[in-house]
Nanobody
Framework: VQLQASGGGLVQAGGSLRLSCAAS????????MGWFRQAPGKEREFAAG????????YYADSVKGRFTISRDNAKNTVYLQMNSLKPEDTAVYYC?????????????????WGQGTQVTVSS
């Protein structure tokens, strides 16, 4: 499956952005999905994950309560709604697929990756 992330941009602290990740192919619903992010000079880290049917979601503590992951399997798209953004949320955001069950958070659990979309939050 190929992934295309979009929706990043420049926003002031306290603002909101919605990221989208469109997947090619007819097997999208067979994958759980995740969003990761990589800030300048830091390692890539898990942000949010969602199960195949979209019922179960889970988050990193740093984004819990501010970010919401969702998916539309009819549109082969996963979303990340980001509210109350902080300067420390500045990063390149990546979507990725996983065949793992449960709540995978490690990069090694994820297979296909999108190209990333830049999110910059100004103070």
């Amino acid at each position: 499956v190929q992934l295309q992330a979009s929706g990043g941009g420049l926003v002031q602290a306290g603002g909101s952005l919605r990221l989208s990740c469109a997947a090619s192919g007819r097997t999208f619903s067979s994958y759980a999905m995740g969003w990761f992010r990589q800030a300048p000079g830091k390692e890539r880290e898990f942000a949010a994950g969602i199960s195949r049917g979209g019922i179960n979601t889970y988050y990193a503590d740093s984004v819990k309560g501010r970010f919401t992951i969702s998916r539309d399997n009819a549109k082969n798209t996963v979303y990340l709604q980001m509210n109350s953004l902080k300067p420390e949320d500045t990063a390149v955001y990546y979507c990725a697929t996983t065949r793992s069950y449960g709540t995978p958070r490690s990069e090694t659990d994820f297979g296909s990756w999108g190209q990333g979309t830049q999110v910059t939050v100004s103070s």
